[in-house]
């Protein structure tokens, strides 16, 4: 995208804008943008912003396009508090989102051509732009759900659902504590533990290397989760049938990658280790087990979801009367869908943070390793 | 991961010398072989006191013989014998009429084209994703991200929500499933993909430049046979992970049909015996599909000229 096509764009979202001043905002008899104050004012700052960054070379247009693009939004919001637009906006409403769009995805792809050459303006760079993408997706969703009025019973908008789940903490944590702090945790814990310390055993003895890496392959291919049934009526409704599924659902994947990982260690490192007189436990924690360490984190990752995944479905089986699989089923069948949203929002919280502890372990004990280097 | 059990083979000790394949083989059957073992322990133990009780209430005298004979026919165990289980699936496959819903080919058939369909559109839509990433430095920066925190989010879990709202909107019956399926399978496709088709070195990214290579020619040329070996291992993983999507996604549908269906109805009754026998067909079914990943992997290697 060059130069002058991107400034072109700019000036067709403040076109857009100012078009949205003159054509109806609503199917109903509404007033008209120049009727209302504040929304008046946003869109005129907003087409006048993107005027500036249109006019402004190179990475200068980002702050002043940001800035419109941010007026627009809140001119757009600001307007779908009418009941008379929400639900029946019209060409006018449109055309200033479809602006609001353009805008910010010029401003998205002008951020992602920057290239920067210290480090931390590009990590920043690396953070700001899926963020900013993020952010669009939300508005657009949020002004697309409420500008056609779909029902809240198919689809919240993203503000219902935050509404919600600021409004049910303490449900939420406690449908937390029920399915991440015991299910998942627990489980978590054992299976990978396991899974590692059958590794270290088959390592030690080829030939039951041998017969448990294809099993251990095959079995992590199966789906797994199909035991959840098993499970809860082995160890009843609560916690230790979750645990128990998350257990079996994690011990594969890191039998099979500790195992290669364990393998991974060259020749010379361990003959080094040989002419040094070190004896097995020493080459074990000292060689093995640290060249094992970026499988093992492969295996803690690929298993932070697989765990989740697998104590949320088993609760479809059966629970006390908490957990977040439990909640998500039952609030579906009353067809309260915000809630149901809260609930996924709490999982994916849940999720991208134990991923992100894993991956934050998993820098700080593997520097060493090519792949962290560059 | 043949290479990583070749790997922990290197190691070994010369125990064994015969045929490879039966070096191969011989580890595998012990493990087995005492997998089962451990199984039959298993369920004697695990089945006794429900049997015991049995004979108690009855008040017939018992033998410790009998009592372990009725630890491996009880009609709900605990944890059913090997034998019952496949005795089971044995039963369930040929005793019925391929489209009779006791028949585990119909269960299997209706989550098998499921996993098929969402397999299918989740790999299309994994290339295509792949492909724009690739082209695209505005979507490699912004929305890989977002595909990869897509993936941390427990998807799988919201299947059955998935669901109700799809039906809700009137979309019900094989779909859905496929969807969930699709969602779930078109991230290893796209992950493999757009590392696949970055995988030519920067010498014949060069090379074809100098020839005036049009984005097409060097896609075509270059990066899509360079990215085949990549497909078929983000294939692999797709078919398993879709044939998971398509057994959980069948869970709300409760009454109906389908791999899933048949899970959550013996665990509604009891019936042990069932809910195993629908475990030995998932996984059946999922060797048989990655076999199958694993076969059109050879031929079309055999096809592009790649040595095994």
């Given at each position: 995208m060059?130069?002058?096509?991107?400034?072109?764009?700019?000036?067709a979202?403040?076109?857009?804008?100012l078009?949205?001043?003159?054509?109806?905002?609503?199917?109903?008899?509404?007033p008209?943008l120049?009727?209302?104050?504040?929304?008046?004012?946003?869109?005129?700052?907003?087409?006048?912003?993107?005027?500036?960054?249109?006019?402004?070379?190179?990475?200068?247009g980002?702050?002043?396009?940001?800035?419109?693009?941010?007026?627009?939004?809140?001119?757009t919001?600001?307007?779908?508090?009418?009941?008379?637009?929400?639900?029946?906006?019209?060409?006018?409403?449109?055309?200033?989102?479809?602006?609001?769009?353009l805008?910010?995805?010029?401003?998205v792809m002008?951020?992602?051509?920057?290239?920067?050459?210290?480090?931390?303006?590009?990590?920043?760079?690396?953070?700001?732009?899926?963020?900013?993408?993020?952010?669009?997706?939300?508005?657009?969703?949020?002004?697309?759900?409420?500008?056609?009025?779909?029902?809240?019973?198919l689809?919240?908008?993203?503000?219902?659902?935050?509404?919600?789940?600021?409004?049910?903490?303490?449900?939420?944590?406690?449908?937390?504590?029920?399915?991440?702090?015991?299910?998942?945790?627990?489980?978590?814990?054992?299976?990978?533990?396991?899974?590692?310390?059958?590794?270290?055993?088959?390592?030690?003895?080829?030939?039951l290397?041998?017969?448990?890496?294809?099993l251990?392959?095959?079995?992590?291919?199966?789906?797994?989760?199909?035991?959840?049934?098993?499970m809860?009526?082995?160890?009843?409704?609560?916690?230790?049938?979750?645990a128990?599924?998350?257990?079996?659902?994690?011990?594969?994947?890191?039998?099979?990658?500790?195992?290669?990982?364990?393998?991974?260690?060259?020749?010379?490192e361990?003959?080094?280790?040989?002419?040094?007189?070190?004896?097995?436990?020493?080459?074990?924690?000292?060689?093995?087990?640290?060249?094992?360490?970026?499988?093992?984190?492969?295996?803690?990752?690929?298993?932070?979801?697989?765990?989740?995944?697998?104590?949320?479905?088993?609760?479809?089986?059966?629970?006390?009367?908490?957990?977040?699989?439990?909640?998500?089923?039952?609030?579906?069948?009353?067809?309260?869908?915000?809630?149901?949203?809260?609930?996924?929002?709490?999982?994916?919280?849940?999720?991208?943070?134990?991923?992100?502890?894993?991956?934050?372990?998993?820098?700080?004990?593997?520097?060493?390793?090519?792949?962290?280097?560059? | 991961?043949?290479n990583s059990?070749?790997?922990?083979a290197?190691p070994?000790?010369?125990?064994?010398?015969?045929?490879?394949?039966?070096?191969?083989?011989?580890?595998?059957?012990?493990?087995?072989?005492?997998?089962?073992?451990?199984?039959?322990v298993a369920?004697?133990?695990?089945?006794?006191?429900?049997?015991?009780?049995?004979?108690?209430?009855?008040?017939?005298?018992?033998?410790?013989?009998?009592?372990i004979?009725?630890?491996?026919?009880?009609?709900?165990?605990?944890?059913?014998?090997?034998?019952?289980?496949?005795?089971?699936?044995?039963?369930s496959?040929?005793?019925?009429?391929?489209?009779?819903?006791?028949?585990?080919v119909?269960?299997?058939?209706?989550?098998?084209?499921a996993?098929?369909?969402?397999?299918?559109?989740g790999?299309?839509?994994?290339?295509?994703?792949?492909?724009?990433?690739?082209?695209?430095?505005?979507?490699?920066?912004?929305?890989?991200p977002?595909?990869?925190?897509?993936?941390?989010?427990?998807?799988?879990?919201l299947?059955?929500?998935?669901?109700?709202?799809?039906?809700?909107?009137?979309?019900?019956?094989?779909?859905?499933?496929?969807?969930?399926?699709?969602?779930?399978?078109?991230?290893?496709?796209?992950?493999?993909?757009?590392?696949?088709?970055?995988?030519?070195?920067?010498?014949?990214?060069?090379?074809?430049?100098?020839?005036?290579?049009?984005?097409?020619?060097?896609?075509?040329?270059?990066?899509w046979?360079?990215?085949?070996?990549?497909?078929?291992?983000?294939?692999?993983?797709?078919?398993?992970?879709?044939?998971?999507?398509?057994?959980v996604?069948?869970?709300?549908?409760?009454?109906?049909?389908?791999?899933?269906?048949?899970?959550?109805?013996?665990?509604?009754?009891?019936?042990?015996?069932q809910?195993?026998?629908?475990?030995?067909?998932?996984?059946?079914?999922?060797?048989?599909?990655?076999?199958?990943?694993?076969?059109?992997?050879?031929?079309?290697?055999?096809?592009?000229?790649?040595?095994?």
């Amino acid at each position: 995208m060059n130069g002058s096509r991107l400034r072109l764009g700019f000036l067709a979202a403040a076109a857009g804008m100012l078009l949205g001043l003159l054509l109806p905002l609503s199917a109903e008899a509404a007033p008209l943008l120049p009727a209302r104050p504040l929304p008046l004012v946003l869109t005129i700052a907003a087409a006048l912003l993107f005027a500036l960054a249109a006019g402004l070379r190179g990475a200068g247009g980002v702050a002043p396009g940001l800035a419109g693009v941010l007026c627009g939004a809140a001119a757009t919001l600001a307007l779908l508090r009418d009941p008379g637009i929400a639900g029946s906006a019209a060409a006018g409403f449109w055309l200033m989102v479809a602006a609001v769009w353009l805008a910010a995805a010029l401003c998205v792809m002008r951020l992602a051509a920057i290239r920067s050459r210290s480090l931390s303006a590009r990590r920043l760079l690396d953070l700001a732009v899926p963020l900013l993408f993020g952010a669009v997706v939300f508005y657009l969703w949020e002004v697309l759900v409420r500008g056609f009025g779909v029902p809240p019973v198919l689809l919240p908008s993203p503000s219902a659902a935050a509404a919600r789940f600021a409004a049910s903490l303490p449900i939420l944590w406690q449908d937390f504590v029920q399915t991440f702090i015991r299910g998942v945790l627990i489980g978590y814990v054992i299976g990978c533990g396991a899974g590692l310390l059958v590794a270290i055993v088959a390592n030690r003895f080829a030939f039951l290397g041998r017969g448990l890496l294809p099993l251990g392959n095959f079995f992590s291919a199966l789906p797994l989760v199909g035991v959840a049934p098993i499970m809860v009526m082995w160890f009843g409704f609560d916690w230790p049938s979750k645990a128990a599924v998350v257990v079996l659902v994690t011990f594969f994947p890191m039998l099979v990658n500790a195992l290669a990982g364990l393998a991974a260690a060259g020749h010379v490192e361990r003959d080094l280790m040989r002419s040094y007189g070190a004896d097995y436990r020493q080459t074990l924690t000292k060689l093995y087990l640290p060249a094992a360490l970026p499988f093992i984190f492969n295996a803690l990752k690929i298993n932070a979801t697989l765990a989740l995944i697998g104590a949320i479905v088993a609760e479809f089986f059966g629970t006390p009367t908490l957990g977040i699989g439990f909640r998500i089923s039952t609030e579906a069948g009353r067809m309260a869908i915000d809630m149901v949203w809260a609930e996924i929002a709490l999982a994916a919280i849940a999720g991208m943070a134990f991923y992100g502890l894993v991956a934050l372990a998993e820098r700080a004990t593997t520097f060493w390793h090519p792949s962290y280097r560059t | 991961m043949t290479n990583s059990a070749m790997a922990v083979a290197a190691p070994r000790r010369r125990a064994l010398h015969g045929h490879p394949l039966l070096d191969r083989l011989v580890p595998i059957a012990t493990i087995v072989l005492a997998l089962i073992a451990i199984w039959y322990v298993a369920a004697v133990l695990m089945n006794m006191a429900l049997v015991r009780d049995a004979f108690e209430r009855e008040e017939t005298p018992y033998t410790a013989s009998e009592l372990i004979a009725g630890t491996m026919e009880a009609e709900r165990p605990l944890l059913p014998a090997p034998h019952q289980v496949i005795a089971a699936f044995v039963d369930s496959v040929f005793g019925y009429p391929l489209n009779a819903p006791r028949s585990l080919v119909y269960h299997s058939a209706v989550t098998l084209s499921a996993t098929l369909l969402g397999f299918v559109l989740g790999a299309l839509l994994g290339i295509a994703l792949a492909l724009m990433i690739v082209h695209s430095r505005v979507l490699e920066k912004s929305l890989l991200p977002w595909i990869i925190c897509s993936q941390m989010v427990p998807i799988l879990a919201l299947a059955p929500i998935f669901i109700v709202v799809l039906g809700a909107l009137g979309l019900q019956g094989l779909l859905p499933k496929s969807i969930i399926s699709a969602y779930l399978s078109f991230f290893p496709v796209t992950i493999g993909m757009v590392k696949g088709f970055t995988s030519p070195d920067p010498m014949q990214l060069d090379l074809m430049r100098t020839w005036s290579a049009t984005p097409a020619q060097v896609l075509t040329k270059l990066r899509w046979p360079a990215a085949v070996p990549y497909l078929f291992a983000g294939l692999k993983v797709a078919i398993t992970i879709s044939l998971i999507g398509a057994i959980v996604a069948e869970l709300p549908t409760g009454g109906e049909a389908g791999i899933g269906a048949r899970l959550l109805a013996g665990s509604y009754y009891g019936q042990t015996v069932q809910i195993w026998s629908a475990l030995l067909a998932a996984a059946i079914l999922a060797s048989a599909l990655i076999g199958l990943v694993g076969l059109a992997e050879r031929v079309v290697g055999r096809q592009m000229g790649t040595r095994p």
